[in-house]
Each structure stands twice: as structure tokens, then as C-alpha cells.
């Protein structure tokens, strides 16, 4: 899903987005628009609109009345027994409300997780990744398309580039000189059957660096690393950014996935609201405080839950309960730099820097559960550089920490009017996924407190699993096992009835044509020296699709991640079965 500004009037454009829901996944392509001045959102309907997606990316332009430039993401379908990626450039013409597909040849290939923005009457697409089922890739390749031309042009471009890697984050300077490339993510194959996941910290500029002899193209760039300064957000990926002006940025949220084991990983979400300035690579924590109203009652803080080691060392209830002033003590306590960042001044607050002469002290992460009773967020309180920035608006003894939305990863950014406006993204708790639907504003001059414009009504989320909470106090019981119990159950029942289902296929047959035709398809062979995993991996739509016809036709009612559960054991023992009918004999 993308959000974007209207270069002209007092609108925010919303385009595509994906949800799942537990069991099912629904991909859109509906179009909104967001008046700012009378608070409301309508749909536009127009022909020719691209096909639903996710993980697209979206620019706009003034040329011609307002343009909005749509290119690549990702489809899956229901069951996401269909994956495929979109190599496809559009234009929706915010003047007529009219979709162009852009037919050009020399483009990107198909990917999602790219980033794209607008510079030099060009928009520069990097990185991204395609998955085909069977492997994956990631990309540091970069390409430009004119505006004006209607082509992809080759860039004449020297130095190193970025790794490959995707769900990073990239910005353009005013002068259209630099493009500013953050972060961002990416795996590998580190054996056979095991992928590796890395989080990516550097950074690098695009930078125009002569003329070229290129006819259609007559500047040179140049990659080049960028030293970063002041306070850098800690590892994170998914993170979003937008461009407020002054050659500065915004960045907000992000993820840190920590590998448990092979299959399982966790991740810690972030609510930080970090300022980057484009050119010299520096960063900013911007701590937001609103003054204390002193005729307002006092407000026990929320009690915050221990980290795992903290709950096993035997330290008292006192020790394991934080409170959120913790967090702003512990955040006082580190050195700001040296002060001199350029002072953005308004008519009654200025975003100033305390030069305090401060020891050394570098804090311990902790780790911080947010739990409203409907789901929990974990957060990362991160390091802090000695020589970090840290901002602090109009800070006093009477101030108290302003309110944030919560934790998340891909939030939707767009600034308009001196004004930053956040919607949506999503988190996960345990083995949900929650997609907000939230919506809130702030003064990027003031950043005195976020006002909310939609909140967050958790009680609505339509997840497939709620009878989790009823599983999870049998277990609390001790009965029937609990939900992981039943779990194991419904995905045993769907391997074995498939199992009777090839031992039956003989002597009964299906009155449904569907079915029949499905159990007569053959499993795909396995390759000479292929493994296990890398055999499911080629084959996981065919097994997918079996796992949901056998739970279908028995009535198992599972989720998605059960199917696919379901469906690797499936594929793993038929390979199983061919090595031992390929073993040769003694």
C-alpha cells in the first residue's frame, strides 16, 4: 500500500495494500483520497486500473496537472497457493482520474520491495527482491526512467553500489544532485537447505559526478559510501521515509528479526521518530514532550513487563515492572553532541538540542512489552551513540513524554502542509499479524504531540484464530494439550487422510470432478540430488493446493500456516519415499 501527496490540492492518495487475516490473504487495488481540510475519505473509481498488489511503489509529479507513478509489487492469492511478482509501469493522471500502462522496454525485471523516487524529471528505481518458488534474489541494480520521453535510460554510473537488498528506505535532495540510499534487508543461502537473513546499517549516495558522453543521458553518477554521524536508529529494516524539506527526512518504525532457530524468528518493532539530514549523513532522535497540565489528575504509567532475563534473575517485582519515565531517563543520560544542528524555528516552540556536558553512558538494550489486552508489542529501547543527537522539544521539569503510536513496520508516510501524517502498517504478536488501520498527524515544525485522526479499535481486527484465547486456557488447564496440541492435531489429520487417499485411490472413487481431477494429477518427481527442503520449495503450489483439497474434503478447518505445515510433511515424505524406491539394492 502506498500513500502520497497531492502536489496540488489538500489530498492524500491511497493506493492498493494487502491483509491477512489468518487464514486468508486479499490483495486490492482500490484508489482514495483523503481531504485533509474536511477529514474525509471517498474511493475513486476509474477504468483500466492496475491489477491488486502489495509492495508496490508510488511517486508523484507536477507535470500535466499531477501525476502518480505506480511500478512493480506483488500478488498472492487467498490461499497463497499463487505468488508472482509485477514488472508493470502505470501513471494515473490526477487532472482526468484516468490509468495509463506505460509499455517501455529496458526496464526493471519483476520484483516488490523496491524503492523508487523522483529526480531530474526521472524516477530511479533500486533494489527489491523475486521469489519464484523455487529460489530467491535480491537486487542492487538501479534504473531511471524519463518522464518526458516515456523511457528507461541507462545510467552511466561508477563507484561501488549497495549490496542487494530490499525494504530499505531512499530519498533524493532538492537539488536533485544525491540520492540517498538507508538500510534495508536481504538473505542467503548459507547451506544446502538453510537461508540466512541479514539486516542492513550503511549507507550510500548517489551523487552526480560529471557530464557524460551518453547522448540520452548526459550525467555521470557515482556510488559512494556515507560516513553516518549523531544518534543512527538501531539495526532495523521496513523502516519508512519521507522528505520534509530543507533537505531533511523523517524516519519512523522499522523491525529487528532475531533468528531463534532455522524456522523460527522473532521480531521487535520500533515507534522511534528519528530526523535525517540528506546531505551530510547525520542523524537525529526526536523526543517528543508536551507540557504537564498541572490541574490534570495523576495517571499511573502503564506497567511494563520484564525482559525473559530479567524475570529469571531473581530480581523483585519492583525491579520488574518499568515505568515509562524509565525510558526518558535513561534517554537524558546520554551525551547530545555538539549542539549545532540548525534551530527550525516556528511562532511558539523551536526544536532545540540540550548542550549538556554529560559523562559517557551507553545503556543496555531493553526490551519493552506494550500490551493494551487485546495483543502485545515488543520494543527495543536501542543503544545510544556517545556523540548521539538526541532532539528534545521545548524540554523542561514540567514536560512529559507525548504520546506515540505504537510499534509497527511498513507505515504509511506522507507530509503535507507542514504537517506529517502517518497511516496504517502492521506488527506481530506470536503468530498474529496485525495490520492497523490507524491514522494520525503531526506538526513538523512544532512536533509537539501526534494528534489522532483515526484510532485503532483492536476489538475489530478479524483474525481467523480467535478461538486462540479459549485453546490457550485449555492449556492453562492442562486440557486436551491446548493449542498447540490441536494444532499438531489438524495438520496430522490432513497427512494422514492423504495418506489413505493414495492407499484407497484404486478401490473408491470422488463424485466431485474438482476433486477427482486433483487426486488423479501425479506428484512432481523428485530430482536427482535433490533435497528434501529444496524439492518442497519447487514444488509447494502443487502440495499447497493438496493439502487444502484433503482438508476440504474432510472438513478440517485450518489456517494457513497449518496448511503449509500440513502440506511440507506431505511433500517430505513422498521424497522420503522416492529415496527409498531409488535405494539401491543390497
Known sequence: MTLVAHPERDILIMFGGEYFNGAKTFLYNDLFYYNIKTNEWSQIKAPNTPAPRCSHQAVILHQSGGEMWIFGGEFSSPTQSQFYHYRDLWVFNLKDQTWQKINASGGPSSRSGH??????????????????????????????????????????????PPSPRSGCVMASTQDGNHVIVYGGYSKEHVKKEVEKGQIHTDMFMLSVDGKSKQESNPVKWKWVAV????CRPSPR???SMVVTGQNRALLFGGVFDEEEDEECVKGTFYNELYNLELEKGRWHHILLRKKKDDNEPKKRRRKLKASPEEATSGATSEDEEYELSDIDEDVKKMRVG??????????????????????DVVSENKIITYDDGVFSVEVKCPNRNPESHDLEVNPSSSDVEAFMPSARMNPLLAVKHGQLFLYGGTCEDGDRQITFSDFYSIDINKLSEWEVIIQQDSAQMDWQESESSDDDSESEDGANGGKAAKDAEKVKNIEEQDDDDDDDSDETEDDDDDDASDDEEPAPPVEPLEGAGPYFDRTKIYWMKTAENVAKKEKIDANAKQMKKAATGMAKDFWKQQQQQNKPAD
Open 115 to 160: 524503492r523508487m523516487v523522483a529526480c531530474r524529471k526521472m524516477l530511479f528505481v533500486f533494489g527489491g527482491f523475486h521469489d519464484n518458488v523455487r529460489d530467491f534474489k535480491y537486487f542492487n541494480d538501479i534504473y531511471a526512467f524519463n518522464v518526458e520521453t516515456l523511457k528507461w535510460m541507462k545510467l552511466d554510473i561508477s563507484g561501488i
Open 237 to 239: 529494516c521496513s523502516s
Open 338 to 359: 555538539d549542539g549545532n544542528l540548525e534551530q527550525m524555528e516556528t511562532d511558539d516552540s523551536t526544536l532545540t538540542v540540550k548542550d549538556e556536558k554529560i559523562p
Open 227 to 230: 560516513k553516518q554521524s549523531g
